[in-house]
């Protein structure tokens, strides 16, 4: 069983295209979070929401918007797509949102925008 | 900016130690993790130590903190095939602000 899924696994759009990408986690965590993978492998958070809340809202153009209809789910869309926007994007949930939680990640979803 | 690096390859043999480095520069990480990252899969999260420990041990796995050289390891004792894999160094400070490395390929002969 997979823990943490998201969808697509790979995401092709020509740029002003909007676009969502799904996140599911079945582990019954509290906390879901969205992170952007840059071209140096770096993950740098997006957002994270706890209990369907909105908690954290790092410095993301307002073209991204996250959607969480219940705690399992933290959906991210995504408007007039840009040709920065191209990176893997991955999804990850904690129990809760201590500073010690563990985090556990999906697989990422590859966006490229041409 | 604040920076994480570790090296991107390492060849061990199956049975030797394998020694994942690591080194951070942001001097208020208070959370340094190791995360495994196998073909296709996700991240999974190995190991954390917290800024005021210098060493923490969990079966095959070793972690050592050098917390005034900014420098984390990872210790894989009899490493075996299935730990080939790619190895993420991380730290933050707040727990969920994490910054990771570029991620070490191991790759483990038989």
């Known amino acids: 069983d997979t823990a943490v899924s998201q969808t697509p696994k790979y995401l092709v759009t020509q740029m002003g295209n909007d676009k969502s990408i799904k996140c599911e986690q079945n582990l019954g965590h509290d906390t879901m979070y969205w992170y952007k993978q840059d071209s140096k492998k770096f993950l740098k958070i997006m957002f994270s929401y706890n209990n369907k809340e909105l908690i954290i809202n790092e410095t993301v153009p307002n073209r991204f918007s996250p959607k969480s209809p219940d705690k399992a789910h933290l959906n991210l869309h995504i408007n007039s797509l840009e040709l920065g926007d191209s990176a893997v994007y991955f999804c990850a949930s904690s129990q809760d949102s201590g500073v010690n939680e563990k985090l556990f990640f999906g697989s990422g979803t590859q966006l490229s925008v041409l | ?110």
Not at chain 2, 11 to 24: A, F, H, L, P, Q
Not at chain 2, 89 to 95: F, L, P
């Open chain 2, 1 to 110: 900016g604040e920076d994480v690096e570790q090296s991107l390859f390492l060849s061990v043999r199956e049975g030797d130690s394998s020694v994942i480095n690591c080194t951070y520069t942001d001097s208020s990480s208070t959370y340094l993790y190791w995360y495994k990252q196998e073909p296709g899969a996700g991240l999974q999260l190995l190991t954390y130590i917290f800024s005021n420990m210098d060493m923490k041990q969990d079966q095959r796995l070793t972690v050592l903190l050098n917390k005034k050289d900014k420098h984390l390891s990872l210790r894989i004792a009899d490493t075996q095939t299935g730990d080939s894999a790619i190895y993420f160094c991380a730290e933050s400070i707040r727990g969920d602000d994490m910054r990771f490395g570029a991620g070490t390929r191991l790759t483990v002969k038989p």
